[in-house]
Structure formats: structure tokens, C-alpha cells
């Protein structure tokens, strides 16, 4: 059973920065291959943010997100990062972690295998 454990969240100015963590515990080869950040706003549907191949490395984001947030990993850690600069009182919203069996399955969320708690993340104007 895969486990995701988020951390990093918290209060910043519009302008500021973030970096959240994601620590996974039960990944097996080839399951859970991919790993990425998915957030929902009060009153919005969950949506997906960045996503990262665990085997090559390659990246996923939304266009809401690129060239601000920049997502990585540590694969001997079995932890994901996502550095997320010049944040905008848009970006409000609790941040989950999710583990999928490959990049594209989880950017469309499809049988997602894990979800973190989630971390909140505030943008004050």
C-alpha cells in the first residue's frame, strides 16, 4: 500500500515562495511509476498541477503553473518537491500529493493509486 505524506504548506505574500514535499512509503516497480501535486480551491473541482516520471524524469505542468512552479525528485528518498515561486492569491488552495502508475494516467487522475492528506497553501494580496 503506498503511502504519500505531504508537508511544506503554509502562509506566504502574493509574490513569495513555497516549497512542498511529498515523502511516499510503499512504492513497487512498476506501480506507482509517477508522482505529482494535484490542488483544490473552496468551491473548485480538485485539478491537477504538476507531475513527475519516477523512471525518466520527465515533467507535466499546467499552464496555470508554468514557469513559476517546478516540480522534482529524489528517487532514493522516494520524495517529490514542488518549488512554487512568484505565488498568486490564485494558487490558494489545498495541495495534495498523488501517485499514479504513469504520467499521463495521473495527470488525467485516472485510478489514481494513493493520495496524500493534503497541506494548505495560502496566498494573502
Known amino acids: 500500500q503506498v503511502q504519500l505524506i505531504e508537508s511544506g504548506g503554509g502562509l506566504v505574500q502574493a509574490g513569495g515562495s513555497l516549497r512542498l514535499s511529498c515523502a511516499a512509503s510503499g512504492l513497487t516497480f512498476p506501480y506507482a511509476m509517477a508522482m505529482g501535486w494535484f490542488r483544490q480551491a473552496p468551491g473548485k473541482d480538485r485539478e491537477f498541477v504538476a507531475g513527475i516520471s519516477r523512471s525518466d524524469g520527465t515533467t507535466y505542468s499546467a499552464d496555470s503553473v508554468k514557469g513559476r512552479f517546478t516540480i522534482s525528485r529524489e528517487n532514493a528518498k522516494n520524495t517529490v518537491h514542488l518549488q512554487m515561486n512568484t505565488l498568486k492569491p490564485e494558487d490558494t488552495a489545498v495541495y495534495y500529493c498523488?501517485?499514479?502508475?504513469?504520467?499521463?494516467?495521473?495527470?488525467?487522475?485516472?485510478?489514481?493509486?494513493?493520495w496524500g492528506q493534503g497541506t494548505q497553501v495560502t496566498v494573502s494580496s
Open positions: 498523488a501517485a499514479n502508475e504513469n504520467l499521463e494516467r495521473l495527470r488525467q487522475a485516472l485510478g489514481v493509486i494513493s
